[in-house]
């Protein structure tokens, strides 16, 4: 379990815990104890971005002890449920009006309420892009589920890892996610389940419009190598955009499939020790994700290219 190493350290967190002048709008994050490290750096860089915004946490019971003292509210999951359905359950967690969700291995670096003012016209909303054609990471035909309905272009929020939401009126997007959840195989075919095509889906039937994306979103990959200025102690993500060469200052960053674990885990130690809380178990989960990124992954390919030249 964690614990803070000094009182100047613990009056720091507890200076910025429930002192929002709003506290109808907070950030949710949903966190296991298998990725509860992450979880926390994300609510610490909230911490330094957000001060004074409350932050919530759906967790199994065997986790509340581990993430109780760095978010406000910890909510117990929806027994029964698994992996990216707890998604499409999200207006049942959220103990706020309006609210941000963020994946736990997201970082956040700006101010959200200007994006608040924008986002909050639409009852639930994500950064993303309009497409009609090929699949989704998971194999949703895209082609197929816009003749479904009767649409010509589908939003795609592949992999945002965010999304924002209010309350009551976002409970009709909610409801439709989860009957189509209910009917996945029917509508999607034989493919995995992801709560991101379910919400393709239905931000598409509701003619909810994506958000950009470059202001708000990124990906540690969106920069061109060696551009990248980091420092979630202060608030500070800036790089060179590979596609366009231009300067951003995006407000998050997604380090989704344990991408760039040495860069993200370096992030979480600074956090980690300006808010004085002990590190045990985060060198073992920058260790497991550079073996799974940049080992097992290699390694994998190597395999594939191996079999391929022996037949």
Not at 66 to 91: M, N, S, T
């Amino acid at each position: 379990m964690f614990h803070s190493r000094g009182s100047g350290s613990r009056d720091l967190l507890r200076s910025i815990q429930m002192t929002s002048p709003t506290p109808s709008f907070g950030v949710l994050t949903l966190a296991t104890p298998a990725d509860y490290l992450k979880a926390i750096g994300l609510a610490l860089s909230i911490r330094v971005s957000n001060p004074g915004v409350p932050i919530a946490v759906a967790c199994p019971p065997r986790a509340k002890a581990l993430l109780a003292p760095y978010f406000d509210h910890v909510i117990e999951e929806i027994p029964g449920l698994r992996g990216f359905v707890h998604k499409v359950h999200l207006d049942k967690y959220t103990p706020f009006d309006e609210t941000y969700f963020f994946d736990s291995d997201v970082l956040v670096f700006k101010d959200l309420k200007p994006y608040l003012e924008v986002w909050r016209k639409h009852p639930y909303v994500a950064t993303g892009r309009y497409m009609s054609t090929g699949k989704s990471a998971f194999g949703m035909d895209r082609a197929d589920i816009l003749r479904q309905l009767g649409k010509k272009e589908l939003v795609v929020i592949d992999g945002a890892g965010h999304a924002y939401f209010r309350k009551p009126d976002c409970g009709a997007v909610f409801d439709e996610a989860r009957a189509v959840t209910a009917r996945h195989k029917e509508i999607m075919g034989p493919i995995p389940y992801a709560d991101e095509d379910v919400m393709d889906y239905v931000m598409t039937k509701f003619d909810i419009p994506p958000m950009p994306k470059p202001d708000f979103f990124s990906r540690h990959v969106s920069g061109k190598p060696g551009t990248h200025r980091i420092d979630a102690t202060r608030g500070i993500c800036e790089f060179v955009f590979r596609d366009t060469g231009e300067v951003m200052h995006p407000c998050m960053m997604h380090f989704a499939a344990n991408e760039a674990p040495l860069v993200y885990h370096w992030q979480l130690a600074r956090l980690f020790r300006k808010f004085g809380v002990k590190e045990p178990g985060l060198l073992r989960s920058a260790a497991h994700d550079f073996y799974e990124t940049s080992i097992k992954l290699r390694l994998h390919f190597l395999k594939k290219r191996l079999l391929a030249k022996g037949k």
